[in-house]
């Protein structure tokens, strides 16, 4: 069975740049597992940061941003601030199956 | 603004129907998916189904032959309706919207705790 991996956690400093991806156990990531990103504070609803592997959902700020890099997709955010600290998962279309990654847990420190 | 609102009992026995309805506010539910994902305390978030005007859903495999999603248009409410629950169904369930176009949920309730225990 196939799983959606993603770095358990990652810190980053204010004002910092940081990269968390997104992959699988078996084979690559493309722009045809339709890649999406969500962002969730402890005790709230997720929200959607980006859709499509690049678009950006309403209302997120362009700091936020999605790419292919290598054989995984992955989430930059550029200029990191302090409520930028929360979990953050991706999701992967494989065939008709919507399977979401473990979380990566982000410190802004 | 398109809002969302789950509600449902907070306590379900074992082997019993956990069933919660979603109530869309601000906006039709017609021409829309609608979905639930679910995250167990303290763990992550894990895809349960979704549907488009009561048709078969999109499920998990995981939950497959347990889940129904029902869509109520004259109430603007969808509804899950997962079976024969255990201690391993209990969970913050969240609806949401499902972008078809996207592939994505792009919008989203704000959770409601189940429990199943007896």
């Known amino acids: 069975q196939t799983v959606v991996t993603q770095e358990p956690s990652f810190s980053v400093s204010p004002g910092g740049t940081v990269t968390l991806t997104c992959g699988l156990t078996?084979?690559?990531?493309?722009?045809?597992?339709?890649p999406s990103w969500y962002q969730q504070t402890p005790g709230q609803a997720p929200r959607t940061l980006i859709y499509?592997?690049?678009i950006r959902s309403s209302g997120v700020p362009n700091r936020f941003s999605g790419s292919i890099l290598g054989n995984k997709a992955a989430l930059t955010i550029t200029g990191a601030q302090a409520d930028d600290e929360c979990d953050y998962y991706c999701?992967?279309?494989?065939?008709?199956?919507?399977?979401f990654g473990g979380g990566t847990k982000l410190t802004v420190l | 603004q398109v809002q969302l609102q789950e509600s449902g009992p907070g306590l379900v026995k074992p082997s019993e129907t956990l069933s919660l309805t979603c109530t869309v506010s601000?906006?039709?539910?017609?021409?829309?998916?609608w979905g639930w994902v679910r995250q167990p305390p303290g763990r992550g978030l894990d895809f349960l189904a979704y549907?488009?005007?009561?048709?078969?859903?999109n499920d998990n495999p995981s939950v497959k032959s347990r889940v129904t999603i029902s869509v109520d248009t004259t109430k603007n409410q969808f509804s899950l309706h997962l079976s024969s629950v255990t201690a391993a169904d209990t969970a913050v369930y969240y609806c949401?919207?499902?972008?078809?176009?996207?592939?994505?949920?792009?919008?989203w309730g704000r959770g409601t705790l189940v429990i199943v225990s007896s």
């Open positions: 999701v992967l279309s494989l065939g008709s199956s919507v399977i």
């Open positions: 949401a919207r499902w972008f078809e176009a996207g592939w994505a949920f792009d919008l």
């Open positions: 499509s592997t690049t």
């Open positions: 549907s488009f005007n009561n048709g078969g859903p």
């Open positions: 078996s084979g690559s990531v493309s722009p045809l597992n339709f």
């Open positions: 601000g906006g039709s539910i017609n021409n829309y998916y």
